[in-house]
């Protein structure tokens, strides 16, 4: 049979070729994909908040600073002193609360009611904790200070939202050098009365540097302190310093990282679209 190549079938090689021809010769209309998508990434560029209008809370420890061990120890000090049971799993569990939710509900060491015996607890925990930090030093993580030199820079507001108190921030702040950097712009376990994962602490945080909830981004390493994040309507980065990366997946955090090197002001502000 002779195939002739002049025939309009769908399948002759000659018709495809000129069928494809013409396709490169007409037109893009507006509503093709080409230009759909190039419209959607103008419109993400021009839609990014300026570096003025955002800001970032910084949870304190695992976050800015590591004294998961000087935490574990003093607390164990204090059990010895108290002849009370504690283990490495409550503990564990523990981290990110305030004293006055893991003394009573996690240790067990005292009725939800005693708060004069929950607050002399605490008291004597974080004396021991200083004192430890003051015998071992403390240095900040990696990529901390690039970071919030980045966010200077680019004039985006910077506060800290923590379980702790405000004299061991206070502490860590003179030991670290990180002081300059915050001003007074933090928020200890004494200036809410819920603590994490109610979101109170961060919207403290944000009101201090007048920043709207929506305009802010966590820097988080504890699963209670993203549930406190995404209570208060911001977004939040987990820092894998505490936890496993897998233990964030399901978390809702915006973005995973295992160090805050991978981290500048323009991170932040796509992170906040």
Not at 6 to 24: D, H, I, Q, V
Not at 96 to 111: S, T
Not at 115 to 137: C, F, V
Not at 194 to 211: C, H, M, N, S, T
């Amino acid at each position: 049979m002779i195939r002739r190549w002049g025939n309009t079938s769908t399948g002759c090689p000659a018709y495809l070729l000129f069928r494809k021809l013409r396709e490169l010769q007409r037109p893009i209309h507006p509503n093709s994909l080409p230009f759909r998508t190039a419209a959607r990434y103008s419109r993400t560029m021009s839609d990014l908040l300026s570096f003025s209008e955002i800001g970032v809370v910084f949870d304190l420890d695992g976050v800015l600073i590591d004294s998961h061990d000087q935490h574990e120890r003093s607390w164990f000090q204090l059990a010895h002193e108290l002849g009370k049971p504690l283990t490495k799993e409550q503990f564990k569990e523990s981290f990110g609360m305030r004293n006055v939710m893991c003394i009573p509900h996690v240790f067990h060491w005292a009725d939800a009611d005693d708060h004069e015996m929950i607050h002399a607890l605490g008291e004597r925990k974080e004396e021991l904790y200083r004192e430890l930090l003051a015998a071992d030093g403390i240095e900040p993580l990696p990529g901390v200070v690039a970071l919030l030199d980045s966010l200077a820079a680019a004039g985006v507001s910077v506060s800290l939202g923590s379980s702790t108190s405000r004299k061991n921030i206070e502490v860590c702040f003179a030991a670290t050098g990180l002081a300059p950097f915050f001003g007074a712009n933090y928020t200890g376990a004494e200036d809410v009365t819920r603590g994490k994962p109610a979101p109170d602490v961060f919207l403290e945080a944000a009101r201090k540097i007048a920043r709207e909830p929506g305009r802010c981004l966590v820097v988080e390493d504890a699963h209670v302190g993203l549930e406190a994040a995404l209570a208060a309507g911001m977004r939040a980065l987990a820092v894998t310093t505490t936890h496993p990366r897998e233990s964030f997946l399901e978390s809702g955090a915006a973005r995973i990282v295992d160090s805050l090197a991978e981290v500048d002001a323009a991170v932040v502000r796509e992170l906040l679209f």
